[in-house]
């Protein structure tokens, strides 16, 4: 069983930046992709960015140009550098692993809030 778990959720100011961390349990070069999904409370989580095994990375038009996704294999960990952060940024983000065929995995979720 892979343990997916997240960290470096926080209360920031509008405008600042955070980076979140998804540390996992086994290679990270092993899954067929990877991402970060946010839910907001009454809102249908999605995906905010996405990482391929082969290192492509796809992006949620409102985050674009403002979050980065990247991966460090030494480390088996997925990061998601959020900047410029805005008030609709707020939810709880989720860690995601497919592993093929079919498989699915999560991390328990890190609460990401921006107030002033």
């Known amino acids: 069983q892979v343990q997916l778990v997240e960290s470096g959720g926080g209360l920031v100011q509008p405008g600042g930046s955070l980076r979140l961390s998804c540390a996992a349990s086994?290679?990270?070069?092993?899954?067929?992709?990877m991402g970060w999904y946010r839910q907001a409370p009454g809102k249908q989580r999605e995906l905010v960015a996405g990482m391929t095994s082969v290192g492509s990375t796809n992006y949620a038009d409102s985050v674009k140009g403002r979050f980065a996704i990247s991966r460090d294999i030494t480390k088996n960990t997925l990061y998601l550098q959020m900047n410029s952060l805005k008030p609709e940024d707020t939810a709880v983000y989720y860690c995601?692993?497919?592993?093929?065929?079919?498989?699915?995995?999560w991390g328990q979720g890190t609460q990401v809030t921006v107030s002033s």
């Open positions: 086994r290679s990270i070069f092993s899954f067929y992709t």
């Open positions: 995601n692993a497919i592993q093929l065929p079919v498989t699915n995995y």
